[in-house]
């Protein structure tokens, strides 16, 4: 299974594409079946409202964006939705955003924030006018567990007579069960992951009890000696994670059949006629010199 996992990595990589990890090698396995905060629809579709934003531990100005998707066929960027209200509740405190105005649609927090693991997080919007009828949003995200690595390896090796570098990581037992994970690679200070289908996602819900230990996630022939190379890690709920592995489907499947544009059908938890998602999750880094 290691083997085959690390060969499709490898041969993804030559034609400029990173594999996503559909589990922990070996161990692992990914449950993608819908929650209920996710209908799927396989309908095609015209513009419809999106909205992407995140709460994430660290200690900065959080944003998130609204816009007007392009039809599944269209190939123009998304349009920014403006004048909007957008608040962040913690149960405690409330975060008010505004829209930055030298970018339409993009709302960044008045002031910089740090999210907390456990505590749940609510996002609302009212939008200037009604769009498809709607004219306030609502989604709630509670901050999962945090994932904290205890080291990387990142070694030049040898696997079906081709050399590249592989980035392995080892950690300890995850102290909660069914844990779900985001992973970006950086190099140099330059993200390698830049596309959605580019991510990492690893699933541990099966092997409570167990070490992260040796795991290969990564390989690449554009990793040299002396590089350095950081993880950025984000734990994720069972609901992100599963809207994130349908919406890398919906765009593999476009793919395939030749269609370009965003995925038409990636619904996440502002409701049916909304795409995109509001989550929150806790960042842990690490970093390792190419050897």
């Not at 400029?16 to 589990?23: D, E, F, S, V």
């Not at 749940?120 to 994932?147: C, F, K, V, W």
């Not at 779900?180 to 092997?207: C, M, P, Q, S």
């Not at 919906?250 to 502002?270: E, F, Y």
Request: charged share 20%; with cysteine.
């Amino acid at each position: 299974m290691i083997k085959n996992i690390i060969l499709n990595n490898y041969l993804k990589t030559r034609c400029c594409q990173i594999l996503i990890t559909w589990g922990w090698i070996g161990l692992f396995c990914l449950n993608v079946s819908c929650s209920e905060e996710i209908d799927w629809d396989v309908r095609e579709s015209g513009p419809r409202m999106t909205v992407d934003g995140a709460v994430t531990n660290e200690e900065k100005i959080h944003s998130v964006q609204l816009s007007m998707s392009q039809g599944l066929f269209e190939e123009k960027a998304n349009t920014g939705i403006s004048h909007a209200m957008v608040r962040v509740h913690d149960g405690e405190q409330t975060f008010i955003f505004e829209e930055d105005p030298e970018n339409s649609g993009h709302y960044l927090s008045a002031d910089p924030f740090a999210g907390e693991v456990g505590k749940n997080y609510r996002l609302e919007i009212e939008l200037p006018e009604a769009i498809d009828g709607i004219t306030t949003l609502q989604a709630s995200a509670t901050m999962a567990h945090q994932l904290a690595l205890d080291s990387v390896t990142v070694i030049n090796e040898v696997f079906v007579g081709e050399e590249a570098y592989t980035v392995r990581i080892f950690g300890p037992k995850p102290t909660q069960p069914f844990n779900y994970y985001l992973i970006h690679v950086f190099r140099n200070g330059e993200k390698l992951t830049k596309d959605l289908v580019d991510l990492i996602l690893l699933d541990n819900a099966d092997i409570e009890g167990f070490h992260v230990n040796n795991i290969p996630i990564y390989r690449s022939e554009d990793i040299g000696e002396g590089d350095v190379i950081t993880l950025e890690v984000h734990s994720l709920t069972k609901a992100y994670f599963t809207f994130l592995t349908h919406t890398i489907s919906s765009i593999q499947g476009n793919d395939m059949m030749g269609i370009s544009g965003p995925p038409a059908n990636a619904i996440g938890n502002l409701g049916a006629e909304v795409m995109g998602y509001f989550h929150a999750a806790p960042i842990f880094r690490i970093s390792r010199v190419a050897e």
